[in-house]
């Protein structure tokens, strides 16, 4: 029956992408996304799957187009790492205004997952001596260090390895 349906096709999902086997994850969310009455909060679990499997084989452009789909809200954590990857994909694309323009939508959406906002900070720093504004990027990343207050997921090491690199820790 269809719910049985349902029920296999989340878990051969979720255990091709706990495996961490991409190509696996990226056809078990085709096979969600081409499936009627698949519930909203399991396709979106798959787009979002697929974007980090796309992500992980440098499919890049596949990424973002999945990212931007599970993009528009960032109060899970979902949503608020596909805003992040959104941004960060568009900067590495050298696309550094509309970065910076989801970056300023992110901060504005105010999201309750501290790391993404961090990360999305430390992209802001990127940006800024992207446009040559070293200034700016030193006071956001000096900001972070000063009011970041979890020590062990990387983002502190990350920060002052960039200050450093602007000559300033």
Partial sequence: NSENKITALRGALRS???????????SAAGKVSNTVNVPEELFREAVFMRAKANYSLNNFRE?????RRTSYEVASIEGAESKYRVAELLFRDN????SEK????FIDQNTPHQYWMAR???LLSDISVKKGDNLQARATLQ???DYYTTDNDGILD???????ALGQN
């Fill in 120 to 122: 999305m900070f430390i």
């Fill in 95 to 98: 696309q550094v205004p509309e």
């Fill in 63 to 67: 990424a973002l187009d999945d990212f």
């Fill in 102 to 105: 989801i970056v300023n939508e």
């Fill in 143 to 145: 900001s972070l260090r």
């Fill in 16 to 26: 091709a992408y706990q495996l961490g086997d991409a190509q696996k994850t990226i």
């Fill in 158 to 164: 990350e920060v002052k390895a960039k200050l450093d």
